[in-house]
């Protein structure tokens, strides 16, 4: 039976969930909102480094046993095997994975979007193709076989609608729309493949909208603050837009709203 206040009423209960780059932002607010879904049963949640997430060992603590951390950096195979290898010992089957590990800049390397031909930098260019597109692909290879065989089964990644190619009226950057474009093929990809062997999955891309994370805050100033979603709204209708999608859905790249978004 589903709790009266879940938010994943489509699901059946009790619902096994895997949230991949849980250690800040929209990942951990996944994961936040999650622990206290009465239809959660268990919660997967993984980070580079789960002993600094300090917020993630908080609500790890206090769940009970529902929550358990597991490292991963998705730039390192060896990482994601090892999670997908203990969560296989353990018998777990997973109905909802959500990949939100993702970069656009980063102080400590000067990473920063380009705006410019003269700004590209082909190491930070690679370094964003493989955390965001490569990353929900390893985690797709080594996590598909944990899938459960419920009625309603999600892999969901998190894009960025200047992934879209037919919506780029701006320019500029590249690494980052481009790394957001090879995600969205890739899920495509992967909707083509899941269903070969599970009938019933739902793979889809998701952009979020503009959250107030670290990842946009050098970016919000020419935000409208009612476009500038705080964490806890944008996954309140992260979660909505999941449990909305049908198999049907399959292989779309949609918003936070459930608008679909062109490719
Ligand atoms: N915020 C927005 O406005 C917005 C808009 C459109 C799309 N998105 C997408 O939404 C997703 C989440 O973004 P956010 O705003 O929550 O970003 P964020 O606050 O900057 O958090 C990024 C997360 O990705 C993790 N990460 C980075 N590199 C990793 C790696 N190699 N292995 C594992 N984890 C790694 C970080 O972990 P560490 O703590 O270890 O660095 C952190 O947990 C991203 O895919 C982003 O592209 C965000």
């Known amino acids: 039976m589903v709790a009266a206040s879940t938010t994943l009423g489509s699901f059946e209960s009790p619902i096994s969930a895997f949230i991949q780059g849980a250690s800040r932002g929209i990942g951990l607010e996944f994961v936040r909102q999650l622990v206290s879904d009465p239809a959660i049963g268990s919660i997967v949640a993984s980070c580079r480094s789960p002993d600094g997430a300090d917020d993630l060992r908080v609500l790890a603590h206090d769940s009970g046993k529902r929550l358990t951390l597991v490292p991963m950096d998705v730039t390192i195979e060896s990482t994601v095997?090892?999670?997908?290898?203990?969560?296989?010992?353990?018998?777990?089957?997973?109905?909802?994975?959500?990949?939100?590990?993702?970069?656009?800049?980063?102080?400590?390397?000067?990473?920063?979007?380009?705006?410019?031909?003269?700004?590209?930098?082909?190491?930070?260019?690679?370094?964003?193709?493989?955390?965001?597109?490569?990353?929900?692909?390893?985690?797709?290879k080594h996590f598909h076989g944990l899938l459960s065989s419920r009625k309603k089964t999600v892999f969901a990644s998190l894009s960025a609608r200047v992934g879209s190619i037919g919506d780029n009226r701006l320019g500029g950057w590249y690494a980052y729309r481009a790394a957001k474009a090879a995600q969205n093929m890739i899920t495509r990809n992967l909707s083509i493949e899941l269903r070969r062997r599970r009938p019933d999955v739902i793979c889809v891309a998701l952009h979020p909208g503009t959250v107030d994370t670290d990842l946009s805050r050098p970016f919000q100033r020419n935000v409208p603050s009612r476009q500038l979603f705080p964490l806890d709204r944008a996954v309140r209708q992260l979660l909505s837009a999941i449990d909305s999608l049908t198999p049907q859905d399959n292989g779309g790249f949609r918003a936070f709203d459930g608008e679909s978004i062109e490719w």
């Open 81 to 140: 095997e090892r999670a997908a290898a203990r969560l296989t010992e353990s018998g777990q089957a997973l109905d909802l994975i959500v990949n939100c590990a993702g970069v656009l800049h980063d102080n400590d390397s000067g990473m920063r979007p380009e705006r410019r031909l003269a700004d590209i930098d082909p190491e930070q260019m690679i370094r964003s193709y493989r955390v965001n597109a490569v990353g929900p692909t390893l985690v797709a």
